[in-house]
């Protein structure tokens, strides 16, 4: 029997509200409803459009929500933004073609993106950027330094849990190297990384930064044969951004101290 609701004082239907919302998870409308209500009031707007701002408002939290778990996820060391990054202080970088980037169409289609350059020249902004963009777009993103995954590989195949991390690695739709050629990998280590990569070619999207030219890599993976298999999967069909070699950061700090 459904219980009749007609002569609900405003407190019983607070009350009533607040409960619903518990029940069917949705923290948003709780938290603001009286304020919706009083501007509905105000406003003198409909039923409808009163429902409708309410439940685009519980919608678009939710997709908030969403977003920052993704950002969570990733593990990216810091946070950085597209809009905080200076183009004006990196005439390389085009900033039609980041923006473009950003969009997320290369994630879609499994596309792998190179960023090369030398060190303070905003590799790793970036790389970090696009990323969170990408997380934003509702795409699952992982950072992780190349040092730090060669060894988690390696630590993985000792307890023999190799296919079960390569696998985890491949889940995500955008793979965040950063720190590439700063470290020689030894052998196993790099061989490692090469088999998430083979995962991953053509599926799935790999993002690197790199403070090497693809001829210094040989510093990085010594075997010749591996290193150009490497080079092959995270260019063919990318995308590849050359950041120069001034560094903005010594520039900054150049500024300061001058000034």
């Known amino acids: 029997m459904t219980t009749k609701r007609r002569g609900m004082t405003e407190e019983a239907a607070d009350a009533a509200i607040d409960q619903a919302c518990r029940l069917l ?3 948003t409308i709780r938290g603001s409803f009286t304020e919706y209500a009083d501007r509905a009031g105000r406003e003198q707007m409909s ?14 939290d939710r997709a908030r929500r969403r977003s920052e ?16 990054f200076d183009f ?15 969009k997320g169409e290369w994630v879609h289609k499994g596309q792998p993106l190179c960023l090369i350059g030398d060190s303070g020249t905003g590799k790793s902004h970036l790389l970090i950027a696009l990323g969170t963009e990408a997380a934003m777009a509702g ?49 196993r280590g790099a061989e490692l990384l090469f088999q998430v990569l083979t995962e991953r070619e053509e599926k799935a999207s790999v993002a690197i930064a ?50």
Request: proline share 3%; net charge neutral.
């Open 25 to 27: 998870r949705m923290p």
């Open 47 to 60: 039923y409808r459009g009163f429902l409708a701002e309410l439940l685009l408002a519980e919608c678009d």
């Open 69 to 84: 778990r993704r950002i969570r996820a990733a593990k990216f060391p810091r946070e950085k933004s597209l809009a905080a």
């Open 88 to 102: 004006d202080a990196n005439p390389n970088i085009d900033p039609a073609v980041v923006h473009t980037l950003a």
């Open 139 to 187: 795409y699952r993103v992982k950072y992780t330094l190349a040092t730090q995954l060669a060894n988690e590989l390696v630590e993985a195949a000792d307890e023999m849990t190799l296919a079960k991390t390569i696998a985890r690695y491949g889940r995500v739709d955008l793979l965040c190297i950063d720190e590439l050629g700063y470290m020689q990998l030894d052998r």
């Open 210 to 259: 790199s403070n090497e030219s693809f001829g210094g890599w040989t510093k990085t993976f010594t075997d010749p044969r591996l290193c150009a298999a490497i080079v092959d999967r995270l260019t063919f069909g990318g995308t590849i951004l050359e950041t120069g070699t001034d560094s903005y950061r010594l520039a900054q700090a150049t500024k300061k101290q001058t000034g």
